[in-house]
T-cell receptor
Framework: GENVEQHPSTLSVQEGDSAVIKCTYS??????FPWYKQELGKRPQLIID?????GEKKDQRIAVTLNKTAKHFSLHITETQPEDSAVYFC????????FGAGTRLTVKP | DTGVSQNPRHKITKRGQNVTFRCDPI?????LYWYRQTLGQGPEFLTY????????KSRLLSDRFSAERPKGSFSTLEIQRTEQGDSAMYLC?????????????FGPGTRLTVL
């Protein structure tokens, strides 16, 4: 089955800096790679996703890149704000969704 | 509220008791997923349904766990003879369509505590 690894587990940045979170996956059949944000005590919410036929996708301050050959994908957040502080999960799915262990992002004002 | 709902939100039970959770997906969503999330970890896939058919079960889902979606709408997850290791947040998610690469919308979860 699919195995997703996520790094780093914690990330602290100054407000305005960029943050990058990286994930690798094992199943070459995976074709959908969403990123979820989970604030404390709340449900995971999708922030951006990418399908395997696309190498990069951007939505305002958030971008995701995908390298299918190397089986890794990354989340990039630019101009970070304190409200970006949360746990971020990557996931990969050939059919069912497998999540990474999460990255706790702290943005210091 | 037209989002995914789960009941109860919290459940405290004694070891050995049976518990049942309910998930109501977004109307007309074909797929319904169950996950388990422990503190500091990502959601772990348990099982999913496409309409009323249960298509896959994780090896995490021991024979004490059973899930149903009898009419292709709401779903129930039952845990028999609960153990302390079952303590976790149980999340339900639903998505529209018959393909895996559609956004999953999560419910608020049911937090289970086994004493």
């Amino acid at each position: 089955g699919e195995n997703v690894e996520q790094h780093p587990s914690t990330l602290s940045v100054q407000e305005g800096d960029s943050a990058v979170i990286k994930c690798t996956y094992s199943d070459s059949a995976s074709n959908y790679f969403p990123w979820y944000k989970q604030e404390l005590g709340k449900r995971p919410q999708l922030i951006i996703d990418i399908r395997s036929n696309v190498g990069e996708k951007k939505d305002q301050r958030i971008a995701v890149t995908l390298n299918k050959t190397a089986k890794h994908f990354s989340l990039h957040i630019t101009e970070t704000q304190p409200e970006d502080s949360a746990v971020y999960f990557c996931a990969a799915t050939p059919e069912d969704m497998r999540f990474g262990a999460g990255t706790r992002l702290t943005v210091k004002p | 509220d037209t989002g995914v709902s789960q009941n109860p939100r919290h459940k405290i039970t004694k070891r050995g008791q049976n518990v049942t959770f309910r998930c109501d997906p977004i109307s007309e969503h074909n797929r319904l997923y169950w996950y388990r999330q422990t503190l500091g970890q990502g959601p772990e896939f348990l099982t999913y349904f496409q309409n009323e058919a249960q298509l896959e079960k994780s090896r995490l889902l021991s024979d004490r766990f059973s899930a149903e979606r009898p009419k292709g709408s709401f779903s129930t997850l039952e845990i028999q003879r609960t153990e302390q290791g079952d303590s976790a947040m149980y999340l339900c998610a639903s998505s529209q369509g018959l393909l895996a690469y559609n956004e999953q919308f999560f419910g608020p979860g049911t937090r289970l505590t086994v004493l």
